[in-house]
């Protein structure tokens, strides 16, 4: 008990905004454990406030826009949320690139890889509206969305433009985003989310209070993030690092090459894994009913909570190891790979075992008796939101050591092995074979691979004794 009011106190003393002296390995250890600990605090809170504005945006609009309405909003938000990385990975890899970068102390090379990030990035925002401009005329909007009133009709068109224009004029500004996670600062992109969530909120009151239509809405919620967004790069750029504005004359097509060859494997990877988790819906769907998804996603949903609130503290350590492997402070990412598994386990099992245990009950209270999971699945459940968080901290190392061809390797057999087991096994035992399918092809195309690899990957780097480059393990 006193060790873990120790470590507590220890915890709460890196919570603080002054910075500590890194011109040691001991400083620059705290200092991104401050950094790791700042965006967590911050990250939470602004969930709170995307919680908080969710369930008093909802019953509001609802009640205004009515059922069809919303759910035509709801569609188009949802189908826009697909193209979540439609910049092909650009921005991770310009993420890992600034962090390596920092860890180099390399202000020329962060400025290039910015530059050459950003260009790229408004580059895929022109294709984007170019070929949403030539698709907008010719899509009969209505009957996409299978809308039947005539005001539905009529808006659906004019609120898919907003959603899109707005959305596309946002794909630069994830350099923002991008470069502060690169400088371990998450917490400030998370401060200026949660301004972006309150305007938002603000917006659709003054929508619904002036009666105004599902464009302006959607203009009212979609708007102030962007122009949050806006704000977090004029300082960024023009206050805090005036070195890094892009400019076009200081990327460099070197530049933009290494970040479109990380990126594309990053896109790989992302591909691979939507297909891979997001086909457990289809596969019920298919094999089982339409009903079958809603017994399995509502259960989901409850144990997806554990591996969701473990990734406030692990996502901040993938660029605080670029950064530390660049630097060759590889005790610091020996111990931090240790403590980040240790502390995961120590979450994920506590919370999930009691899930598993009692997890229908706690199900009939939420959502009424309708859904009633099986025991197998529950468990399996379990064991998929404890593989995944520990994964989850596995996953930030590999990322901040560039380590993405592995990755890509396993992530395309796992996604295969996945889809093959699942079918099968949901043939032959029903609902729980598609989580048990999951777990046993993340068990044999990730988990014992990357059991073998890490240490090897782990000697290397301390056996180099000095900065390791991007290239060796891209």
Same mark, same amino acid.
């Given at each position: 008990m006193?060790g873990?009011?120790?470590?507590?106190?220890?915890a709460r003393?890196?919570?603080?905004?002054?910075?500590?002296d890194?011109?040691?390995?001991e400083?620059r250890?705290k200092?991104?454990?401050?950094?790791?600990?700042l965006?967590?605090?911050?990250?939470a809170?602004a969930?709170?406030?995307?919680v908080?504005t969710t369930?008093v945006s909802?019953p509001?609009?609802?009640g205004y826009?009515?059922p069809?309405?919303?759910?035509?909003?709801?569609?188009?938000s949802?189908?826009?949320?697909?193209? @979540?990385?439609?910049?092909?990975?650009i921005?991770?890899?310009?993420?890992?690139?600034?962090s390596?970068a920092?860890?180099?102390?390399d202000?020329g090379?962060a400025a290039?890889?910015?530059?050459?990030?950003?260009f790229?990035?408004l580059?895929?925002t022109?294709f984007?509206?170019?070929g949403?401009?030539?698709v907008y005329?010719i899509v009969p909007w209505?009957?996409?969305?299978n809308v039947?009133?005539?005001?539905?009709?009529?808006?659906?068109?004019?609120?898919?433009?907003v959603?899109? !224009?707005?959305?596309?004029?946002n794909? /630069?500004l994830?350099?923002v985003n991008r470069?502060h996670l690169?400088?371990q600062?998450?917490?400030?992109n998370s401060?200026?989310?949660?301004?972006g969530n309150?305007? @938002?909120?603000?917006?659709i009151?003054l929508a619904?209070?002036?009666?105004? @239509?599902?464009?302006?809405?959607?203009?009212?919620?979609s708007?102030?993030?962007?122009l949050?967004s806006?704000?977090n790069g004029?300082?960024?750029?023009?206050?805090?690092?005036?070195w890094?504005?892009?400019?076009?004359?200081?990327?460099t097509?070197?530049?933009?090459l290494k970040?479109?060859?990380?990126?594309?494997l990053f896109?790989?990877?992302?591909?691979t894994?939507?297909i891979?988790?997001s086909?457990?819906?289809?596969?019920a769907?298919r094999?089982l009913?339409?009903?079958?998804v809603?017994q399995?996603s509502v259960?989901?949903?409850m144990?997806?909570f554990v591996?969701?609130?473990?990734g406030?503290?692990l996502?901040?350590?993938?660029?605080a190891?670029?950064?530390?492997?660049?630097?060759?402070?590889?005790?610091w990412v020996?111990?931090?790979?240790?403590r980040?598994?240790g502390l995961?386990l120590?979450?994920?099992?506590p919370?999930?075992? /009691?899930?598993?245990?009692?997890g229908?009950g706690i199900?009939r209270l939420?959502?009424?008796?309708?859904?009633?999971?099986?025991?197998l699945?529950l468990s @399996?459940?379990?064991?998929?939101a404890?593989?995944s968080?520990v994964?989850?901290a596995v996953?930030?190392?590999l990322n901040?050591a560039?380590?993405?061809?592995v990755? !890509?390797?396993?992530?395309?057999?796992?996604?295969v092995g996945a889809?093959?087991t699942?079918y099968?096994?949901a043939r032959?035992i029903?609902?729980p074979?598609?989580?048990w399918?999951?777990?046993a092809a993340?068990?044999v195309f990730?988990v014992?691979p990357?059991?073998?690899?890490?240490p090897?990957?782990l000697f290397?780097l301390?056996?180099s004794?000095?900065?390791?480059?991007?290239d060796?393990?891209?």
């Amino acid at each position: 008990m006193k060790g873990l009011l120790q470590r507590a106190g220890q915890a709460r003393a890196l919570v603080r905004l002054t910075p500590f002296d890194t011109s040691t390995e001991e400083g620059r250890s705290k200092e991104r454990y401050r950094r790791v600990a700042l965006s967590t605090v911050v990250s939470a809170g602004a969930k709170g406030v995307v919680v908080l504005t969710t369930l008093v945006s909802v019953p509001l609009t609802v009640g205004y826009l009515g059922p069809e309405r919303y759910g035509l909003w709801m569609t188009i938000s949802a189908t826009i949320a697909m193209l @979540g990385f439609g910049d092909l990975g650009i921005g991770l890899g310009l993420l890992n690139l600034v962090s390596e970068a920092d860890g180099k102390d390399d202000r020329g090379a962060a400025a290039r890889y910015v530059s050459s990030g950003f260009f790229m990035l408004l580059g895929v925002t022109v294709f984007f509206l170019a070929g949403f401009a030539l698709v907008y005329p010719i899509v009969p909007w209505a009957r996409f969305f299978n809308v039947v009133s005539e005001l539905a009709a009529r808006e659906s068109g004019p609120a898919v433009a907003v959603f899109v !224009v707005c959305f596309a004029l946002n794909i /630069p500004l994830w350099a923002v985003n991008r470069v502060h996670l690169g400088y371990q600062e998450g917490f400030v992109n998370s401060f200026w989310e949660i301004a972006g969530n309150v305007l @938002g909120l603000m917006g659709i009151l003054l929508a619904i209070y002036l009666r105004a @239509g599902l464009p302006w809405l959607v203009l009212a919620m979609s708007g102030p993030p962007a122009l949050a967004s806006l704000a977090n790069g004029a300082i960024l750029f023009g206050v805090r690092r005036p070195w890094l504005l892009p400019r076009w004359r200081t990327g460099t097509r070197e530049a933009a090459l290494k970040i479109f060859r990380l990126g594309f494997l990053f896109f790989v990877l992302q591909l691979t894994g939507a297909i891979a988790y997001s086909s457990d819906n289809i596969i019920a769907a298919r094999v089982l009913g339409a009903e079958a998804v809603t017994q399995y996603s509502v259960p989901m949903k409850m144990f997806s909570f554990v591996p969701m609130m473990m990734g406030m503290i692990l996502i901040p350590l993938w660029p605080a190891y670029g950064e530390a492997i660049a630097r060759g402070d590889v005790t610091w990412v020996r111990s931090t790979l240790s403590r980040s598994v240790g502390l995961s386990l120590l979450v994920a099992v506590p919370v999930s075992v /009691p899930l598993v245990l009692w997890g229908g009950g706690i199900i009939r209270l939420w959502v009424g008796s309708g859904i009633a999971p099986s025991f197998l699945l529950l468990s @399996g459940l379990g064991m998929w939101a404890v593989m995944s968080t520990v994964w989850g901290a596995v996953v930030m190392f590999l990322n901040g050591a560039n380590a993405l061809r592995v990755q !890509v390797a396993s992530a395309l057999l796992m996604g295969v092995g996945a889809l093959v087991t699942k079918y099968l096994l949901a043939r032959s035992i029903g609902l729980p074979g598609i989580i048990w399918g999951t777990i046993a092809a993340q068990s044999v195309f990730v988990v014992l691979p990357m059991a073998i690899y890490i240490p090897r990957l782990l000697f290397d780097l301390g056996r180099s004794g000095t900065p390791v480059g991007t290239d060796r393990y891209a």
